[in-house]
């Protein structure tokens, strides 16, 4: 990938975390913002981006901001189940670790899903090993593979595989 | 409205934290305990600070990258401690259904050594 375009990409994201810090459209502390986000994406852009400026793509910006309000209401509801869970006096939790394969290539892929997976309902991952993930579920449906690949990263490995890989 | 707004987000992530330290309370073994630990207090720490961020407009970008941050790493945080207590041997609660990381020696090799 061209170095150029990475290196825009790493300034870029900096820049805009370095406004949303100051939250000041002040032109000295804009300038300041400026020079160093440049300077530390010279250093910086080998090993922050891969893909650089095609990671703003219209396909990938666009199913990203479809993925992020599904994932935040999977995150309400696996807050109040928990809740459901702590609250209810007999704690109707069935628990164990389940094995589930994933589709995902790339190491950032993997390390989005597994978060993902974390924050969703009664799931919890151990470990990534190459394509197999062990996952904490507390409410064990089905202890078969390709049931539970299903059941718990299937719609968000649909999701990201598009604006990730 | 604003403030309304912000001091219902406040109230609702102090409920949820308050439902997590009650879930590690009343949870049987570690791995249950994480799971309420890391679901209720990312909502828990993310609705509190934009919250706070409705009250204080000012602050809101500011609350925004603190929960942009918490969402990043909390999960990572609770999977490594996860996974550290699986393989220095700590055990699931009996009347758990199935334990499929029996089945990969990188899962126990460390407890063989």
């Not at chain 1, 080998?46 to 999977?74: D, H, I, M």
């Not at chain 1, 696996?78 to 459901?84: E, M, R, S, T």
């Not at chain 1, 978060?115 to 062990?134: A, E, F, H, K, R």
């Amino acid at each position: 990938m061209g170095k150029l375009s990475r290196f825009i990409f790493t300034s870029l994201v900096l820049f805009i975390l370095w406004l949303f810090l100051t939250s000041t459209f002040r032109s000295q502390e804009v300038l300041i913002g400026l020079i160093f986000s440049l300077v530390i994406a010279l250093f910086t852009y080998n090993s922050f981006t891969e893909k650089g400026l095609r990671n703003l793509s219209p396909r990938k910006v666009f199913c990203a901001f479809l993925y992020l309000p599904y994932f935040f209401w999977q995150m309400i509801k696996a807050n109040f189940d928990v809740a459901y869970r702590v609250l209810h006096p007999k704690m109707p939790i069935r628990p164990g670790i389940v094995h589930v394969k994933t589709k995902m290539k790339t190491d950032l892929g993997k390390l989005v899903v597994a978060n993902s997976i974390t924050l969703t309902p009664g799931t919890l991952t151990l470990d990534v090993i190459d394509d197999n993930m062990l996952i904490h579920w507390i409410n064990v449906k089905t202890d078969d593979v390709e049931k539970a690949s299903e059941e718990i990263p299937g719609v968000f490995e649909k999701c990201l595989k598009e604006f990730l890989e | 409205m604003l403030t309304a707004i912000g001091w219902f987000l406040i109230y609702f992530g102090a409920f949820f934290l308050f439902l997590g330290a009650l879930g590690i309370m009343r949870f049987p073994d570690v791995y249950n305990r994480l799971q309420a630990g890391t679901k209720c207090t990312t909502l828990g720490a993310l609705s509190t600070s934009i919250g706070v961020g409705f009250l204080h407009p000012a602050w809101l970008p500011k609350t925004f990258i603190i929960a942009l941050f918490i969402l990043l790493t909390n999960p990572i945080s609770s999977h490594a401690l996860g996974r550290a207590s699986y393989r220095s041997g700590v055990k699931l609660w009996e009347k758990s259904v199935v334990d499929k990381c029996k089945e990969f020696k990188e899962c126990v090799e460390e407890e063989n050594e």
